[in-house]
């Protein structure tokens, strides 16, 4: 997400950034380019030019004048711009009523409604400790009924059963009923959603909200639509008391332009960011990391976030203890950090989240990811391909077992050879960790996991 303005941003900003005295004309140039950079990306022209006005007037003012390096200041002004933009700070949804608290997802047909209701259910069950139940008003598709069904099994929360010849408010007071009963903490409603905003869809949704009166209504658009994003969500907010916006499809928008526009058009905060199609995809909405992603200085506080949620702690210490025993580090041990990897979202999740190194090509890093990406499935494929014994000792693998671990694999032989070599590397590397117990020693060896000359690319 925000690819192209990062790259656009981070390019214009770096000209300004070592000037010694900012004045009017000097950064004329420079706001022409930022003004370009978020049309580019969709921005709706309005923002752009209330966003641009507020930079230039706290730029040219005593607040970067005054200052002993006025460049990285109006960087810092662009971003507190960004941040006030989207929305100040982290809007948590507000569920302290009476249990159970209903949320109503409301949204048009193809936006990621039903998707989101179970990732928001997994949201709530794992990191806020409610105890959840799902149901679906959708009468006019069956199969949004069975998709909610399915992912609520798949989630572990409650699935309230509904059928198309039921009214939806019928539907949904039945369900509350029942979460009552049951001392349930959350109750998510899936609503139907249209092609287009049209008089019936609004009606329909606005009778069910004032007969539920949910805690929270969540607007659920797509990201990609850039500026219909926000002018659909200002077409429901007008119909409903929307307490929220949740942006899907995230990943697979390069632009921003929604995420930048939805709050300003709307006045609705975002809540959360939809960021791919597993369950556990659901990030909460904080504008001042969003803005250190966008000026390219990464977002760290999310990595760590996201390391905490996806890593696995015990086999984590397990290994821990295995290395401090001196008992070598295998290739099951070598499977088990990629796996880990790739919870985390892969070499992807965790860039988009790193700090831009100065002058480094976004896309040039894109094709090293892309290669990297392929290189650990190949790794793994080969990995699985091997019997257990294999993976306990490596130097069981002769000539004529690497010909049958790279049919089973689909890989040439020489990649079982090049495998082995990098396992080999990070075991040395796991030796002196354990023996010397130093993590900063081993996050440097980590290069080792990485080698350029044995298969992957650098970082």
């Keep these: 997400m925000f690819d192209n303005l990062t790259e656009r941003l981070s390019q214009t900003l770096r000209h300004v950034t070592g000037k010694a005295k900012l004045t009017e004309d000097n950064i004329k140039d420079t706001l022409r380019e930022v003004r370009m950079a978020l049309l580019e990306a969709d921005v709706a022209l309005p923002v752009v030019k209330d966003f641009v006005s507020k930079i230039k007037d706290r730029a040219v003012g005593t607040e ?14 662009v971003q507190a711009e960004l941040v006030e933009l989207m929305g100040a700070a982290n809007e948590d949804l507000v569920l302290n009523v009476t249990p159970p608290a209903v949320v109503l997802m409301a949204g048009l047909q193809g936006a990621g409604k039903t998707t989101t209701a179970g990732k928001l259910a997994r949201f709530l069950k794992e990191r806020k400790k409610k105890t959840v139940m799902v149901v679906s008003v959708d009468v006019y598709r069956p199969a949004a009924i069975k998709q909610l069904e399915t992912l609520a099994n798949d989630i572990g929360v409650v699935f309230f059963p509904s059928d198309i010849s039921q009214r939806p408010v019928d539907i949904a007071e039945a369900a509350i009923r029942e979460a009552k009963l049951k001392f349930i903490d959350v109750v998510i409603v899936d609503t139907a959603g249209r092609l287009h905003v049209d008089m019936e869809m609004m009606g329909e949704i ?67 960011l939809g960021m791919g199609e597993k369950s556990e995809a659901l990030e909460p909405f904080h504008p001042d990391r969003i803005a250190s992603r966008i000026l390219g200085m990464g977002d760290v506080l999310s990595l760590i976030e996201q390391a905490e949620q996806s890593l696995d702690k015990e086999k ?14 295998d290739l099951e041990d ?18 988009d989240k790193l700090p831009t190194m100065g002058g480094v090509n976004l896309a040039q890093m894109g094709n090293a990811q892309t290669v990297a990406e392929k290189q650990f499935k190949q790794m793994e494929a080969i990995i699985n391909s091997m019997t257990p014994a294999e993976r306990r000792d490596p130097d069981l693998i002769s000539g004529s077992r690497k010909r049958r671990i790279s049919l089973g694999s689909g890989t040439q032989v020489q990649d079982i050879g090049r495998l082995i070599k990098q396992h080999k590397q990070m075991q040395k590397m796991m030796k002196k960790f354990s023996a010397k117990g130093g993590m900063a020693k081993m996050m440097r060896g980590m290069g080792g996991m990485l080698p350029g000359g044995g298969g992957m690319p650098r970082m």
């Design 206 to 272: 606005q009778a069910l909200h004032a007969a539920i009166k949910p805690a929270e209504t969540l607007f659920v658009v797509d990201a990609m639509t850039g500026q219909d994003a926000a002018n659909t969500a200002k077409a429901f907010g007008d119909a409903l008391p929307l307490t929220g916006v949740i942006l899907t499809k995230v990943d697979g928008d390069a632009r921003g332009g929604a995420a930048l526009s939805v709050r300003a058009i709307t006045g609705k905060p975002i809540k959360f």
């Design 316 to 329: 984590a210490d397990k290994l821990a203890k295995k290395l401090k025993k001196g008992k070598g580090f």
């Design 334 to 351: 070598f499977r088990d950090q990629l796996i880990q990897m790739k919870s985390m979202g892969g070499l992807g999740g965790l860039m």
């Design 64 to 77: 970067v004048s005054r200052s002993l390096t006025p460049g990285q200041a109006f960087v810092k002004v």
